[in-house]
């Protein structure tokens, strides 16, 4: 007999993180993340986001309940208008894939793809 | 970031293009065991007459308090700089204590060592924010596309600060700093053995180009 057991997958869109201040997105994220959530953001987090969501991921690291986060995004991609550029908005988020680091592995991953295996147990 | 403090802050940068200093304070960063000391180390060794920066060892997480030198002067290409060298700990997104009692540490020992770790990679992290550039230590053998890397990286372009990589361990026989160089083309990378002290002298000459 198979035993079928769930994987819970958040996709939150690109619309949902524009109308979120930094820490609300980072908040959003552990919260979910910590109770066992694969969450995937559509357009992923700043720079200065994801070295944060790193810092709060440290301080919330407990022994035996929550050993940290798994999180593959791409590089940044340069875009924008030569204003943006100017004015240091050329660096856009790209896709993000974020999960509790004891269930969430890399397999592979290059500048077009991220391969990952979610262990579902207990 | 609002508009003026995103100007101030590329504002800054043109200055510092500009007006190129000679002295620098420059943070060696990396995921744990890229060998960021053993190189920290090594320049030490060869532009000074104290003593080593830190320890090194096979169990990650040996350095996980900051270490600064300052007034390192490097002498290449024909001139010098003036480099205030920071030592990080490793950058990771998780820490689990029983990594450690696998290197054969006790689980207090574990404990403790995995604690010191979370608040040395704070600890790396606020750095960011008090340096003039960034190398950033790779183990040539290990896939370069680490979110360590991805991050540190994505930082230093959201700053304009400079960046160097050094693609290190190209001592062991399956280093692959073309891997390195394809993830990141728009980086300059030096590849280098920080423990045996290969190709070194063409780091100081890259670090003298990118950060004088």
Do not use: C
């Not at chain 1, 204003?83 to 993000?96: A, Y």
């Not at chain 2, 000391?37 to 030490?44: D, E, G, K, Y």
């Not at chain 2, 960011?128 to 360590?148: A, I």
């Not at chain 2, 062991?172 to 891997?179: M, Q």
């Amino acid at each position: 007999m198979i035993l079928m057991r769930e994987v819970h997958m958040d996709l939150i869109s690109e619309e949902k993180l524009e109308n979120m201040t930094s820490m609300e997105k980072i908040r959003l994220i552990l919260d979910k993340v910590k109770t066992g959530k694969i969450v995937v953001l559509e357009s992923g987090l700043t720079p200065d986001e994801e070295v944060r969501l790193i810092e709060m991921t440290m301080t919330e690291i407990r022994v035996d309940e929550f050993s940290g986060i798994e999180i593959e995004s791409y590089p940044s991609k340069k875009g924008g208008s030569f204003l943006d550029r100017i004015f240091g908005k050329g660096l856009k988020g790209r896709m993000t894939v974020i999960g509790p680091a004891n269930q969430i592995h890399t397999i592979e991953k290059d500048e077009f793809q991220i391969r990952t295996k979610v262990s579902v147990g207990d | 970031m609002g508009f003026m403090s995103s100007f101030r802050e590329n504002l800054g940068g043109w200055i510092r293009k500009i007006f190129k200093k000679k002295r620098a304070r420059i943070g060696l960063y990396g995921p744990p065991n890229a060998g960021k000391t053993t190189l920290a180390n090594r320049i030490l060794k060869d532009w000074s007459t104290g003593d080593a920066i830190g320890t090194v060892s096979p169990i990650p997480h040996e350095t996980r308090r900051a270490m600064r030198r300052e007034g390192l002067v490097i002498n290449a290409n024909g001139s010098s700089i003036e480099l205030d060298i920071v030592d990080t700990p490793g950058m990771a997104t998780k820490i689990d204590f029983k990594e450690f009692m696998a290197f054969g540490l006790s689980e207090t020992e574990s404990k403790k060592r995995a604690k010191e770790a979370t608040e040395g990679v704070i600890e790396a992290i606020k750095w960011l924010d008090d340096l003039d550039g960034v190398l950033l230590v790779m183990d040539s053998t290990e896939d370069p596309y680490t979110q360590v890397n991805v991050t540190v990286i994505g930082n230093m372009e959201a700053r304009k600060l400079p960046l160097l990589i050094v693609a290190n361990k190209m001592d062991l026989p399956n280093a692959s700093p073309s891997r390195i160089s394809a993830a990141f083309p728009q980086h300059s990378i030096v590849p280098i053995s920080a423990l045996e002290g290969s190709n070194i002298d063409d780091l100081y000459q890259a670090i003298a180009t990118h950060f004088g």
